[in-house]
C-alpha cells in the first residue's frame, strides 16, 4: 500500500501527540506525507470536540473536501480524535464524505482498516477503548532544524471525573494507565534520542495508577521517583492536573525530585464556590489555595498557570468578581480561557444557557487583561536574575543567537557558541521588552 497522506490536526497535545503517532505509523509503511490536502489521496483529519467551535471547524474542512472528493474517486477520508466516538452518526449522515471513522484509542489500528476499506470499499467504524496499544509507536523527530530535546509521553488517558460541561470522559473513555514499564521503555528510548525533558501527558496526570508487570500498582508519584532516576532525563513537566487528585505523595515530589520544574498547569475553572459546585469539580476555592500553599511552602518559587470557562450557566457578576479576585491573589501566568459552549450529552447541556455571548466575551477579555498584566509581573522578576535554559536551537533571524526555554517556559534568545545546544545552562535575563520572548546573557 502506497498512499499520498494528508494529516490535519485540531485540538489538545495529546492529540498532536497521537497524529505525531500517525505520522510514524504511516512512514513505516512508505506512505509519503504531503502538506496540501489536493496532493493527496489519503486525508486523516485528527479531531477535537471540546467545545462546539472545534467541531465546526471540522464539520467546514470536511465540507471543503466535498468537491476535491468527486474529481477523485480514489481517495480516502478517515476521521480520527475525539469528534469520531462523539459524533460519529452525524460524520457519516451530514457529510457523507468520510470513509473511514477510527477512535482516539484505536490508531495503531489505521494501516488496517485503511487497506480493508480499499479492498472492501465499505464505509468503517472503528472504536475501541479498553486498553491504550496505540503507544507501542514511539515518537520520533519531525523537526529538522532545531534538535528536539522536549517531547511528550502519554502516561494515561481520559476521565472519570465527570465534570458537568465536559465531553472527555464521552469520547476518550475512562481513565486509563499505560503500565509504568512501558513508559520507561519509551521514556529511555527518548532519552536515547537526544531527549532532555519528557512532558508526561494525560487528562488526568495524578489520577495515574499503572500495574506493575508483576501486578503491583504504581502511583503517580511512584511513577515521577521512577522517571527521575533516568540520568539523560534533566527535566519532568506534567499536564494536565486536577486539584482533586493532587495528593500529600505528589506534593512531596517536589520536595524530593528537583528535576520537577517549578512550574505547574492546574485548572481552577472559576473562582466561586457556587459556580464550582455546578460545574461538579469536586474542590472549593478554600481547597485549591490550600494546595497552592503546600506546594508553595515546600517550592517558594513556584508559578502556576490555569484553565478558566467564562459564562457558565449561573454565573452571576459576583461570581465572575470572585475568579477576577482570585487571578490578582494567585498571580496565574499564561493561562487559557474558553467561553462557555454546551456539549451535547453532558450535564450542563441541560442547564439554561443563560449569559448572552457579548456578556460572555466581555468576561472572556477582562481575565485576558489580568493574565498578561500578570507575565509581564513574572517577567518583571525574573530581571536581572539568573536562570536554567535548556538550549534548543538558533534563531531564524540571527543564527548568532541561541534560544532555550526556562522552567516557566519563557523562549530565552542569548549569545552563545552551538556546543552548548542541549545543555542546561545558566542565563542571566537582560531584556524583557517583549512579553513573549525575552533576551540574557549568559
Ligand atoms: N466549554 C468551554 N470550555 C470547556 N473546557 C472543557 N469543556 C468545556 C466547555 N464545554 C475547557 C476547560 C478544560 C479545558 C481543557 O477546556 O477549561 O480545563
Ligand atoms: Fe473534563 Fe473535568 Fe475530566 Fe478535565 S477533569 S477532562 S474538565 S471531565
Not at 9 to 14: F, I, P, S
Not at 347 to 364: A, V
Not at 377 to 395: A, D, F, P, Q, R
Request: aromatic share 12%; with cysteine.
Amino acid at each position: 500500500m502506497y498512499r499520498k497522506v494528508y494529516l490535519k490536526t485540531w485540538g489538545c497535545q495529546m492529540n498532536h501527540y497521537d497524529s505525531n503517532k500517525i505520522l510514524n505509523l504511516l512512514k513505516i509503511n512508505n506512505n509519503l506525507i504531503v502538506d496540501n490536502y489536493k496532493d493527496s489521496d489519503l486525508i486523516i483529519l485528527n479531531t477535537c470536540s471540546i467545545r462546539k467551535k472545534s467541531e465546526n471547524k471540522v464539520f467546514n474542512f470536511i465540507e471543503k473536501l466535498r468537491s476535491f472528493k468527486k474529481t477523485n474517486s480514489n481517495l480516502i477520508i478517515c476521521v480520527c480524535g475525539c469528534l469520531s466516538t462523539h459524533l460519529k452518526d452525524k460524520i457519516f449522515l451530514r457529510n457523507n464524505l468520510v470513509d473511514i471513522i477510527c477512535g482516539p484509542q484505536s490508531i495503531h489500528k489505521l494501516n488496517k482498516l485503511i487497506y480493508k476499506f480499499i479492498k472492501y470499499k465499505k464505509k468503517i467504524i472503528y472504536i475501541k477503548s479498553s486498553k491504550i496499544d496505540k503507544n507501542y509507536i514511539y515518537n520520533k523527530d519531525f523537526d529538522n532544524n532545531n534538535i528536539k530535546l522536549s517531547t511528550y509521553v502519554t502516561i494515561m488517558e481520559g476521565c472519570n471525573k465527570f465534570c458537568s460541561y465536559c465531553v472527555v470522559p464521552y469520547t476518550r473513555g475512562k481513565e486509563i494507565s499505560r503500565s509504568p514499564e512501558k513508559i520507561i521503555d519509551e521514556i529511555c528510548y527518548l532519552s536515547n534520542n537526544n531527549i532532555r525533558e519528557i512532558n508526561l501527558l494525560g487528562q488526568n496526570v495524578n489520577a495515574y495508577s499503572g500495574t506493575f508487570d508483576d501486578g503491583n500498582l504504581c502511583s503517580f508519584s511512584s511513577l515521577l521517583n521512577i522517571i527521575s532516576k533516568i540520568d539523560k532525563i534533566k527535566r519532568i513537566r506534567f499536564t494536565t492536573s486536577n486539584p482533586y487528585n493532587f495528593n500529600n505523595d505528589i506534593i512531596n515530589c517536589y520536595k524530593n525530585i528537583k528535576k520537577i520544574v517549578s512550574y505547574l498547569h492546574l485548572p481552577v475553572q472559576s473562582g466561586s464556590n457556587k459556580i464550582l459546585k455546578l460545574m461538579r469539580r469536586r474542590y472549593n476555592i478554600e481547597l485549591y489555595k490550600e494546595l497552592i500553599n503546600k506546594i508553595l511552602y515546600i517550592r517558594p518559587n513556584m508559578i502556576f498557570s490555569t484553565d478558566f470557562i467564562v459564562g457558565f450557566p449561573g454565573e452571576k457578576e459576583k461570581d465572575f468578581l470572585l475568579t477576577l479576585d482570585l487571578i490578582n491573589e494567585l498571580k496565574f501566568d499564561h493561562s487559557y480561557i474558553f467561553i462557555y459552549s454546551p456539549r451535547p450529552g453532558t450535564e450542563s447541556f441541560y442547564m439554561k444557557d443563560n449569559i448572552d455571548l457579548i456578556e460572555k466575551k466581555r468576561r472572556f477579555k477582562e481575565i485576558k487583561l489580568l493574565i498578561d498584566n500578570n507575565i509581564i509581573y513574572w517577567n518583571k522578576k525574573m530581571l536581572n536574575n539568573n536562570y536554567k535554559i535548556l538550549v534548543e536551537g538558533y534563531s531564524k533571524k540571527d543564527s548568532k543567537f541561541l534560544f532555550g526555554r526556562t522552567e516557566n517556559n519563557r523562549k530565552v534568545y542569548f549569545i552563545g557558541n552551538k556546543n552548548l545546544l542541549g545543555k542546561l545552562i545558566n542565563v542571566n535575563i537582560t531584556d524583557i521588552s517583549n512579553k513573549n520572548y525575552l533576551y540574557g546573557n549568559l
